[in-house]
C-alpha cells in the first residue's frame, strides 16, 4: 500500500507558519525590532478587553499573527509544526484550519470575557501570539493519541520522555495556576481556551460537515461524507464487498478500491471513511500480508 508522505509544499500547516513569519517580520518593520510593549496601532490589532468592547472582533483573528520577539515566535511554530503536520494528514486540510483558528478564537473570547469581567491585571492587558492555537493543537493531538510518548530536551540537551495525556494536564494546570497566581505575562486563560477549543473539537465538532453548500452558508449537519457515484462501467468489476475481491489480480485491487480510499483520505482525512470503506482497507492489509 502507498504511503501518505507529509508535503511541504501544499501543506496548510507550513502556510500558517510562513504567515507568522512573515507577519513578524512586517511587525519589526513597522515597529522595529524588538516590538515594543504598546506601540501606536496595537488597540486595533492585539487583542484586549476593551477593543472587544468596542466592536473590534477582527481582534481575534490579527492577535494570532502577532509575537512579541524571536523566542515566543520560535515556541509557537514550533508547537504548530510538531504537531500541525500529524493532525493535518488525520483530518485534512480543512478540518485542520478550523481546529487551529477555532482554538485561538475561543482561547481569545476567554481571555477577553475575564477582562471584561475583570478588568484588571493580566485580564486587561493586550493579547498577541498564536499560543491558544497552537495549544489546540496539542489538545487534539493529545485526544487521538493520548498514550504516546512525546520526548523533550530540558535545556536543549537533557531528553525526557512523557506521555501526551499527562504533557497536557500539566500544561493545562500551570495555565490554571496562572491565572490564579498572575506571576508573569503569560495569557493563561488564552492558552487555557485553546485546550478546551482543541478537546471540544474532537469530541464534538469532528464529523461535522464544514464543506460550503450551493447557498453558500456552512452546513452544521453531523453527516457522513457522500459516497462517491458508481459509474455502469465500474458495476461490470466485482466489489470487493460483494465476495469478488479474490477474482481481482493485486494491481486491480489496488487500483480500483484502494486507490481511491486512500485519495480521500490525503483530501478529507481518516476520519471520513464510511464503514465499508475500512473494510475495504482491512481487506487490502490482509491482501498485502499474503504476498
Not at 113 to 129: E, R, T
Request: aromatic letters at 12%; proline letters at 7%.
Amino acid at each position: 500500500m502507498r504511503q501518505m508522505p507529509f508535503e511541504a509544499r501544499r501543506s496548510a500547516t507550513m502556510l500558517l507558519l510562513l504567515a507568522n513569519v512573515i507577519a513578524f517580520v512586517l511587525e519589526c518593520w513597522f515597529y522595529h525590532y524588538p516590538p515594543r510593549l504598546h506601540p501606536p496601532g496595537y488597540e486595533y490589532l492585539a487583542l484586549s478587553a476593551d477593543g472587544i468592547r468596542h466592536g473590534f472582533v477582527w481582534q481575534l483573528l490579527t492577535f494570532q499573527f502577532m509575537h512579541a520577539g524571536l523566542l515566543h515566535l520560535f515556541f509557537n511554530c514550533w508547537a504548530i509544526y510538531m504537531f500541525g503536520r500529524h493532525l493535518e494528514e488525520v483530518l485534512g486540510k480543512t478540518r485542520f484550519l478550523v481546529l487551529y483558528f477555532s482554538s485561538g478564537v475561543l482561547g481569545g473570547l476567554v481571555q477577553a470575557g475575564l477582562g471584561l469581567l475583570l478588568p484588571y491585571g493580566q485580564f486587561a492587558a493586550p493579547v498577541i501570539g498564536a499560543s491558544a492555537g497552537a495549544l489546540g493543537l496539542v489538545a487534539a493531538y493529545t485526544m487521538l493519541n493520548p498514550e504516546q510518548p512525546l520526548v523533550f530536551l530540558i535545556f536543549f540537551v537533557l531528553p525526557i520522555s512523557v506521555q501526551a495525556k499527562y504533557f497536557l494536564l500539566v500544561t493545562a494546570l500551570l495555565a490554571v495556576f496562572g491565572m490564579i497566581f498572575p506571576a508573569d505575562n503569560l495569557a493563561n486563560a488564552a492558552h487555557l481556551g485553546g485546550i478546551l477549543g482543541g478537546i471540544l473539537f474532537i469530541r464534538y465538532a469532528l464529523h461535522w460537515n464544514w464543506r460550503l453548500p450551493r447557498l453558500g452558508i456552512l452546513s452544521r449537519r453531523f453527516s457522513p461524507p457522500p459516497r462517491p457515484p458508481r459509474s455502469e462501467k465500474r458495476a461490470a468489476w466485482p466489489s470487493a464487498t460483494e465476495g469478488g475481491d479474490d477474482d481481482l489480480r493485486a494491481e486491480d485491487f489496488v487500483s480500483r478500491e484502494v486507490d481511491p480510499i486512500l485519495d480521500k483520505i490525503s483530501a478529507h482525512g481518516i476520519h471520513s471513511l464510511t464503514e465499508r470503506e475500512r473494510r475495504i482497507l482491512e481487506r487490502a492489509r490482509a491482501r498485502m500480508a499474503k504476498r
